[in-house]
């Protein structure tokens, strides 16, 4: 049914981290068989789970070599039929993950054009005096292939070789992958960095600098994703596109209201407001006056274009957000609780990323041998090579690590988290003796069942899933307040981003408490305090 995602919650699954289902250390497919009926109680919708085809796993599953075959280290077609087939019965629908800007250097269309066959040169991007770029995970974006006498374009790692979305032949082979796993039964896409596929005209003239930033937003961009949409026939489906670095104005576009392009978007703004001069490594807390005005111009000019955001705060490429601004200590509980009500009330779809529901934290690795993921270890060596002392980098490291959110799932306070009976990929946080879905199970007040609540308010109220948005001025700069209207109803969420007790100025509001972590005033917030409230 269109637009059924606007009252519902996605759950993301990144399999690898998930549960493990035959000891080998690695989350699968059975895993995930095995826990449908706790994702179930969550009371989600969608199942967004992140790539898990054949692939030599630079990046984890980012990098493809064969989109229509399950990566053995997962499982196998059968057990992925089984585990779309289980979900459906339960109500419940998977988003699968389509990385479709770039795929493995082990890809077979990538091997033809490494032995020189034009016709699959034609697929990359092949130049012979590229522009000085460089790459998201650090150092060039382009590498020479000695044989041909030409450069190709990786944005990502050099295992992960960007596809030409000119070429008409690369978007029919993609076309045909989406077609392929909607006919497995699957309700809906991610597109993995989707806004970076058209790229400019005449590359060759563009100047040195960061290779992603002159790629965002390019000339054919709407065409392309109007054409995979609706060649594919996935308009009433539920799609959003990773859409990093981008503009109000083309989001609007992304996610228009006529459904030409996606259901919505990830964008990134918000995730930013914690880098120093908007380098991701650097040390800075958080800019709230700043997160304030990003939510206030995205939400209210949404709203108003009546185009549709996704609404999150924690990826497999993001740190925990208890531990990032929240207060993974003293006020665990209640500033996680906080945090989880701010997005999930907003305007828009909001997704759970697995363990965000626990509360659990960033990974506090105090060892560069304990980090697996690419882009950490190659930009440690980049800071020490910059002359970062070993304790600042791995502090920084400490904080914004994508492994901060990769970190086993806490099913049990027992061995190994209940993730695995072998020996775990990634380190498990030790914090598992205290913060895990069985504990959480066993106490009414926890964060686990207060998630629960949020997803079961946005199918009930309507205001929620459908009214309008607007911020309010609280006088304050440490809380953040927001109404959601329709017809009569009026639904007012008052956050406090601090540890202190805060005054709140100028919001009137008399009604039912809908939710909330104390049982306070909205005059006077307690540290990290949510309070919901409604009136009609
Ligand atoms: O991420 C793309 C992206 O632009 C960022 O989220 C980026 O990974 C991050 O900022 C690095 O700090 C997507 C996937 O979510 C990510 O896991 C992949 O590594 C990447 O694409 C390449 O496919
Ligand atoms: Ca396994």
């Not at 049914?1 to 000891?23: A, H, L, P």
């Not at 650090?138 to 030409?150: D, E, H, M, Q, R």
């Not at 007040?445 to 459908?466: F, H, M, Q, W």
Request: aromatic letters at 12%; a negative charge.
């Amino acid at each position: 049914m269109r637009d059924e995602y606007k009252s519902s919650t996605v759950y993301q699954i990144y399999i690898k981290s998930f549960c493990d289902s035959n000891g080998d250390g690695i989350g699968d497919i059975n895993g995930i068989r095995k826990k449908l009926l706790y994702i179930y109680s969550l009371g989600v919708k969608y199942i967004w789970v992140t790539p898990f085809f054949c692939s030599p796993m630079a990046d984890n599953g980012y990098d493809v070599s064969d989109y229509r075959n399950v990566n053995p280290m997962f499982g196998t077609m059968e057990d992925c039929e089984a585990m779309i087939r289980e979900a459906d019965e339960l109500g419940m629908g998977f988003m699968f993950d389509m990385v479709f800007n770039h795929t493995s250097d082990e890809h077979e269309w990538f091997k033809k054009a490494l032995a020189g066959d034009p016709e699959y040169m034609d697929y990359y991007i092949f130049r012979d005096n590229p522009p000085e770029w460089t790459s998201v995970f650090g150092g060039p974006a382009w590498k020479f292939v000695p044989s041909l006498g030409k450069y190709y374009l990786h944005l990502f790692d050099p295992k992960q070789p960007d596809l030409n979305w000119d070429n008409p032949k690369v978007r029919e082979e993609l076309k045909d992958v989406v077609r392929f796993w909607k006919e497995k039964g699957v309700k809906g896409f991610r597109f993995d960095v989707l806004n970076r596929i058209s790229k400019p005209a005449n590359l060759e003239a563009l100047p040195a600098g960061d290779g992603s930033y002159f790629c965002k937003d390019g000339p054919h961009i709407h065409e392309y994703i109007q054409e995979l949409v609706s060649d594919t026939g996935i308009g009433e489906m539920i799609t959003v596109g990773e859409m990093a670095s981008t503009t109000l104005e083309q989001c609007i576009k992304y996610s228009n209201p006529e459904g030409t392009e996606l259901s919505m978007c990830f964008n990134f703004h918000h995730l930013k407001v914690d880098y120093k001069d908007g380098g991701k490594w650097t040390l800075l807390p958080p800019d709230l006056h700043e997160l304030r005005r990003i939510f206030t111009t995205w939400q209210e000019g949404m709203s108003k274009a009546g185009s549709w955001q996704a609404l999150f705060w924690c990826n497999h490429d993001q740190p925990r957000i208890v531990s990032r601004f929240g207060d993974e200590g003293k006020y665990w509980k209640e500033s996680a609780k906080m945090l989880a009500t701010f997005i999930h009330l907003l305007r828009g779809t909001p997704y759970i990323y697995q363990g965000e529901e626990l509360g659990m934290t960033n990974a506090h690795f105090t060892d560069i041998s304990q980090y697996q993921d690419v882009e950490s270890t190659n930009y440690y060596k980049i800071m020490r090579e910059n002359g970062v002392s070993e304790a600042d980098a791995l502090a920084i490291l400490a904080a914004k690590s994508r492994d901060n959110s990769r970190t086993p799932m806490q099913w049990t306070s027992g061995n190994n988290a209940g993730f695995t009976s072998g020996k775990p990929w990634l380190s498990v946080n030790p914090n598992h003796t205290k913060i895990s879905v069985d504990a959480e199970e066993l106490d009414p007040d926890s964060i686990l069942n207060y998630y629960r609540e949020l997803v079961r308010l946005r199918k009930d109220c309507p205001a929620i899933s459908e009214g309008n948005v607007k911020f309010l001025d609280s006088g304050n700069e440490n809380v953040i307040a927001y109404e959601r209207t329709l017809g009569n109803e009026r639904v007012v969420v008052l956050c406090n981003f601090s540890g202190n007790d805060e005054k709140v100025k100028g919001i009137d509001v008399k009604g039912k408490v809908l939710i909330g972590n104390y049982s306070g005033s909205h005059k006077m917030m307690k540290p990290y305090e949510v309070l919901v409230i409604l009136e009609s």
